[in-house]
């Protein structure tokens, strides 16, 4: 499955937030069922942020998001996520 969030940064929080959400990606990389992630930002609208990752399962994304020390690097960072549904069954691949 993969996990996409968008994140609506505004610019004067960009750089602090790119520190902070790569320590948060490192962190996820570390949990069981993690297979890749990424940190991007659009080029058409530098304040649109997403991480996107992909996991073994829907239950290895939800445990690493569960763990104390995680949810502590990334909560402060989750009040800048848009509200919409993030988790996505994979149905193709190439």
């Known amino acids: 499955m993969i996990a996409i969030t968008r994140y609506r940064v505004p ?3 960009a750089d602090d937030f790119a520190d902070r959400m790569t ?3 490192t962190a996820l990389s570390e949990c069981p069922g993690f297979r890749s992630g990424r940190l ?9 942020w997403a991480l996107v990752t992909e ?11 569960g ?10 960072l989750a009040a800048l996520a ?7 069954e994979v149905v193709a691949a190439h």
């Open 23 to 25: 320590a948060v990606l």
């Open 11 to 13: 610019g004067e929080d």
């Open 67 to 76: 763990g104390h020390e995680l949810r502590m690097r990334f909560m402060p």
């Open 82 to 88: 848009v509200d919409e549904p993030g988790a996505y």
């Open 40 to 48: 991007g930002r659009t080029v058409d609208d530098p304040g649109l």
């Open 55 to 65: 996991w073994d399962g829907a239950g290895h994304y939800r445990r690493a998001l």
